[in-house]
Structures are given as C-alpha cells and as structure tokens.
C-alpha cells in the first residue's frame, strides 16, 4: 500500500506492496480512508501558501503594475482586479524582488520620484528594459493592498552589507532619523513592517556561486548588521532572517550553513533556511503546458511526489543541528516549470497553467502540511504571468489558472492542525511508472471544523472513497471538486471558466462518508459531526 500517515513528524512517501484487491489499475474497489481526530498532529503555518513575485517577464509589469495612468483600472498604479483576486486568497507573504533579480537589484534606483529613477537592463531575465517604476513604496503598498506580509530578499551576491542595512534602515526607522525622514519625503512617514529577511538567492549558482562555507562567512554580517528598526517588530513580530539553503537534493548548504548555525553566538542568528526544487522532469525545462499526453502527465506527477522525500532528506540533515526545529524550511521556490510559450521571449518563463498543474500543486501542498513541523514557509514560483502562476493577464484582461482555485480551496489549511489519515491508496499506471491513484490529507482548521483534501492522480477513472472518522457521526461531508475534461484542459481568456470549482457532496454512511472522487480532480470536503 501507499502509507501517507502523518501525526505531526514527518516521514517520507514509500511504497509497499498493496493488497491484491487494489493492486490492479483497472480494480473498482473502493479505497477506504480513516482519519482518527482524536491524535492531531503539527500546526500547519499559513505561511505555506506564500507567493513569489520578481521582476521577471511580465509578473511585475502588467501582472500586477500597471501605472496611474493607465486605462486598467488600479489604485496607485496597481491593478485592481489582480489585487481583489488575491486578497480571496488570503496571502501571507510575497517574496520580492527576486530570484536572480535581487542580487543584482540596488534599491536607491527605486525609490523617489519616477521621473528620476534610473532605467537599467534585466540582465537575468530576457534582457529587458528595467524601468525601476515598481521599487520599495510600490511594493510596500502592493502587500498592504492584498493584506499580505513582506518577504524582502537583500542583495548579497553583487550588494554590500551597507546596502542592504540601509534598506531595511530606509523601511522601518524612525521618521525622526535622517533615513525615516527621506521615507516621509517620499510619501510614508510610518515604518513599514518587513516581516521576512531573505539573505541572498541561490547563493551557489545565480547569486555568485559561492561554496557553503565561503556563503556562511559572507552571510553572517548580513544576519548581524541588517537591522529592523520598526518598534512595533518585536516578540513573535520580529523580523525573520532566512538564509540560502540547498538546490534540489544536494546537501552540501543544508549542513554547511547549519552547522555554522548550530555554533552561532549572539552577534547573529537565523531563522529559516530556503530550499528551491521546481517540478521539470529534467534540465532544461521541455514538457509542454498544453497538448501534452498522459505519458507526460505521468512522469511529471511523479517528479512531483519526490519533494516528500527531497524535504524529508533536507530535514534529517537539519534535526542533526537543530532537534528543536528552531530553524524552519522555506520552500521559497516551487512549482512547474515547463517549456516556455511558443513565440514568447524564452527569458520571460511565459507558460499556460492546466489541471494536471492543479494536481501538482495540491499533491505538493499535501507533501508541505505533512512536513508542518520543519516546512513552515513556502513560496510558489511565480505570482502572475511566470511559471506556474496564479493569474494570467493580458493587457485588461485577467484570468485565473486552476492553481489558483486550488490554493482557494485549500484556505481552511491555513494555521490548521494535521489530522492522521491512513489508507491504501491503490496504484496508477502509465508507460511504465507506477503511482499513488489517491491522496488524502484532514485537518481541523482554526474554528474546529473537521475537512478533508482527495486528490484522484488516475486521469481516467473515478474512485469510490469510503472515509472514516474515528469516534464520530458523521452527518453530511460537502465542499467543492476541481476537475476537467482532459489533464491539459486550461483557462484562456476566451474562456476562463474550464477549469473551475463547482459543488460537491459526499453520502453520509454509518461512521463516515462515501465519495465518488471524479478522475484527475482535487476536492476539498466539510465534515460535518
């Protein structure tokens, strides 16, 4: 069987021999799935569901500024619609402005007037003209606009600790201080609060290809000078510093700069370490975003599933330095990268967004809250217009990816508590790979509602689920199912309404529930006691 129990530590994905009832791919019989709310497990952070947005294509620019004088209708030249769309999201965090773009981003070449603000190249991303129009106040109003938190990355690959503490000076200082007064000048006189500290990005590749050890040096006046001002950041507020972490399964960060921290003295600290690992199938990124077949879908599900043990990996090196888990894992860069739309520029990362990437998301969301003692940040790459976004744009026009409806679904996980779910998940095939046909996760969310996340992988056939909830009458399980007529089925413009929610309900049975789970489809289900 496919064993996804989780009671709060994390274990990884393994597979073990199934009944023969289940063992076939074509069997009908029904999976049963028991959840025992009687033994919760770890706090699932809302920080899980975080956003990334760098200035990378049309992700900024477009995606979500547009000007004040534009015809799209914005406030302070940010989009309204795109605002509106994320604040049903609930956001919690946005990590700007990169990615590669940060550690060549000087944030004086953003901030005052936008006649004065100095044009340059985006030498990472397309070659494309950088007008420098979205800079600190911009985004500062973006995350307040959405109600979400700020996740600054400094630049420490081509910056210098000076740099970046006087930014982080310039946002949160006094207004009485020479810093805090050039603030008001420029049209805040209250300090911004910056949540979340990004010390560098992929410090070992695009962000100056740095060694673990020659990182740790070099981070660690970053981590000691790069001071937040803000008085009202402190305690659980404070400011969270989080370092650069591994690539992929490569250890050597993960116990390099934990190690440096587990000798750490009180001149500097940090709280978190990222780890970034996309869905590709391989290097470089090929797979198509439409008109794939199912041998595609297949081999990119199961890349996808790898990030439960990859996080598992990088969590047993971190429990070495860190038994307390003081330090989290931020997943700070994740999602499908595929082969860029034809005819875009290949430097723009443009693809389309389709229901077998709302799988992937939600299979990946599952594999975070089952790891919510370790993994308690992530970030989606990207927000609008870039990899697998949320949000699609087009001049005026704006749609919403079913990655998108799934992170909407999925809102009762946010700051919810991991139930244990035990089942026999049965088995998918197709061209030789072999894969869960089901997946399950329960939660009991901040109010004490009961719910239920299914995921059927199999894009053929519907499941019969047969839940159980241990010590409890259920009466009625109901919530939403997102499916679609094919895996590569999208929203377009011309039609945005493909793939989306709709009703869904299960048949209350003595100690449980039964459901008829639609092939290739997630759904998120109430249980009401």
């Not at 044009?119 to 307040?144: A, C, Q, Y």
């Not at 010390?199 to 000691?224: I, Q």
């Amino acid at each position: 069987m496919f064993d996804f129990v989780r009671a709060g530590a994390a274990i990884s994905l393994a597979l073990v021999p199934v009944p023969p009832a289940l063992a076939q791919s074509g069997s009908s019989a029904p999976v049963v799935v028991t959840v025992d709310p009687s033994k919760p497990g770890s706090r699932i952070d809302r920080n899980i569901f975080g956003q990334f947005a760098e200035h990378l294509g049309t992700g900024i620019y477009g995606g979500v500024w547009v000007g004040e004088d534009s015809p799209i209708p914005n406030v302070r030249g940010i989009r309204k619609d795109v605002v509106a769309a994320l604040r049903a999201i609930r956001v919690p965090n946005v990590r700007w402005p990169g990615g590669c773009f940060a550690d060549e981003y000087h944030w004086r070449h953003g901030i005052g007037p936008a006649k004065d603000r100095r044009v340059t190249i985006n030498s990472n991303w397309g070659g494309s003209t950088e007008p420098n129009s979205f800079g600190t106040e911009e985004f500062m109003d973006f995350v307040d606009q959405i109600g979400s938190e700020a996740y600054v990355s400094v630049n420490v690959g081509s910056g210098t600790v000076a740099e970046a503490a006087e930014w982080i000076e310039y946002m949160t200082a006094d207004p009485a201080t020479t810093a805090g007064k050039e603030r008001a000048k420029n049209g805040r006189k209250a300090p911004y609060k910056v949540k979340y500290l990004g010390l560098g990005n992929e410090s070992w590749a695009c962000g100056g290809a740095m060694t673990p050890e020659h990182y740790t040096d070099v981070m660690k006046p970053f981590a000691r000078f790069v001071r937040n001002y803000n008085p009202a950041q402190t305690g659980a507020e404070a400011m969270q510093r989080i370092a650069v972490g591994p690539s992929d399964d490569d250890p050597a960060y993960t116990d390099g700069v934990m190690k440096a921290w587990k000798s750490h003295d009180w001149s500097w600290n940090i709280e978190g370490l990222s780890l970034h690992h996309y869905t590709t199938g391989g290097w470089p990124p090929s797979y198509p975003s439409t008109g794939f077949d199912e041998g595609g879908y297949a081999r990119l599900v199961k890349a996808t599933l790898g990030m439960d043990a990859l996080i598992a990996k990088h969590s047993a090196i971190m429990d070495k330095y860190d038994p307390e888990k003081k330090v989290s894992l931020a997943v700070d860069e994740w999602g499908v990268w595929l082969a860029p739309t034809p005819g875009t520029n290949p430097g723009f990362l443009q693809q389309q967004n389709s229901m077998r990437d709302a799988i992937i998301a939600a299979l990946n969301l599952n594999i975070f809250a089952r790891h919510g003692d370790r993994v308690r940040m992530t970030n989606i790459a990207q927000m609008a217009n870039v990899l697998q976004a949320m949000i699609l744009t087009d001049g005026g026009k704006m749609v919403l990816t079913p990655t998108y409806h799934v992170f909407k679904m999925y809102l009762p996980f946010q700051d919810a508590t991991l139930i244990p779910v035990r089942f026999d998940a049965a088995t998918y095939s197709q061209g030789g790979i072999t894969l869960p046909r089901v997946d399950a996760v329960a939660v009991r969310d901040k109010a004490g509602q009961l719910w239920l996340a299914l995921t059927n992988l199999d894009p053929n056939r519907p499941v019969r689920i047969d839940a159980h909830f241990a010590g409890l009458q259920v009466r009625a399980a109901r919530g939403e199912v997102l499916t679609a007529p094919r895996v590569d089925s999208n929203n377009s413009f011309e039609a945005p309404m493909t793939v989306v929610p709709k009703p869904f309900a299960a048949k209350a049975i003595k100690g449980g529930a039964q459901i008829e789970l639609p092939g290739k489809s997630v759904a998120m289900l109430q249980i009401e006691e």
